[in-house]
């Protein structure tokens, strides 16, 4: 029997009445090619986002259906039961909790640099704190939101049939603004992962104007206009250089170290005063981590430590001891805890539904293409 001969799919068993037929088949053929097709669901349908709305499915389809029960900034907030249940129903046949866990993202401050979605009620905390479930809290759309979905009833984007045909959804949003770079976007799907800083609006902005302005604009001229990303919780970005790669080549790797202040106490001692934290990191893990590491003594001079945070803001007070060096204890801080982290950039999105790695100015040359 030839090679062709074995990869063939043969009947077998069954009669010509119909009865019930098996088809064999190479196990290595079928794993590969059912494979390839787990691997492109994942990396379309659910962890990467869209170039030109900065979207994944999840979050498009949650704030399509929140346009459609009227859930503007100015009306009534709505149970979230009512959202993740209308989104279920209509476009996403997979779990309430990955929509739901979506949604809360969506409200988080410090999760998003300029919030999709507004809450009410408890969606979690920068401690790690779990947002209270579904029946409890509400939510409504806030004024960016919906200026991405804005004119999607003018027939400006394409639609296409949801998972049983129904309904149609949009493939994207008209996105007035390139959300992408705006508030980033993370995932991990298959063979691949993307982490894209946020960015400042007004900058994103600028550049994208001075590129309409100018489609010659070089990389060096738009660097002018967003220097670097700017994260929901703060912190200080420790040089250029991660910065500049990740906007050339899509990939780069950025330091960001927590903000922190000096005080004195009436009794002469120093205090290391920490007001922000770099992006993802958890507080409360923080001081955990930090207090760990003063028991078992890897960092000596510091007499106390507290966290004073309040709804005025961050306030972690690390307490040292007379003797101790501010310099040196600071130092080690950020050598052995979050206070410094890097953030790995990866500018990969999907481009007419294929996934690819892009600079700065090809993601906004793409936005600027979807709004033409």
Known sequence: MSENDENEMLPTGGDDAGGPRVLERLLEDEMRDSFIDYSMSVIVQRALPDVRDGLKPVHRRILYAMSDLGLGPGRPYKKSATVVGEVLGKYHPHGDSAVYDSLVRMVQEF????PLIDGQGNFGSIDGDSAA???YTEARLTRLATELLEDI???TVDFSPNFDGRLDEPRVLPSKAPNLLVNGSSGIAVGMATNIPPHNLREVVAATQALIDDPELSQADLL????GPDFPTGGIVMGRRGIHEAYTTGRGRIVIRARVGKEETPQGRERIIITEVPFMVNKSRLVEQIAQLVRDKRIEGIADLRDESDRDGMRVVVELKRDAIYDIVL???????QMQSTFGTILLALVDGVPKVMGLREILLHFIDHRH
């Open 153 to 155: 009833d003018k027939q």
């Open 331 to 337: 130092n080690k801080l950020f050598k052995h805890t």
């Open 111 to 114: 999760s998003l640099r300029y």
């Open 133 to 135: 479930a579904y029946r």
């Open 224 to 227: 002018k206009h967003i220097p």
